[in-house]
Nanobody
């Protein structure tokens, strides 16, 4: 009963910027945290950024100072503003939400479908 839909990926030159969005919808009672993971070809999926309901954030060392995660609680949406992009940022980016589904009366992690970000000259 819960869906997460991502948007905003694409092709960008090194040094450019992109903003990813992820909107959760459905029978949501409460969202405890949202964030982003990414997975590059041949590599493990890694945490990029995390934001708790109170606004506390956490970032991977590789993106600190360049990426900013934020959320609009009224819209159940999380954003990832990516600046000064590097080729090493190329990956599929997945959003997630730690939430309580009121329909199932169950708390769990839910995932978006993924969006491709390619940084290339």
């Amino acid at each position: 009963q819960v869906q997460l839909v991502e948007s905003g990926g694409g092709l960008v030159h090194p040094g450019g910027s992109l903003r990813l969005s992820c909107a959760a919808s459905g029978s949501i009672f409460s969202i405890y945290a949202m964030g982003w993971y990414r997975q590059a070809p041949g590599k493990q999926r890694e945490l990029v950024a995390h934001i708790a309901s109170g606004g506390t954030t956490n970032y991977a060392d590789s993106v600190k100072g360049r990426f900013t995660v934020s959320r609009d609680n009224a819209k159940n949406t999380v954003y990832l503003q990516m600046n000064s992009l590097k080729p090493e940022d190329t990956a599929v980016y997945y959003c997630y939400a730690d939430l309580w589904d009121s329909y199932s009366d169950y708390r769990d992690d839910y995932w978006g479908q993924g969006t491709q970000v390619t940084v290339s000259s």
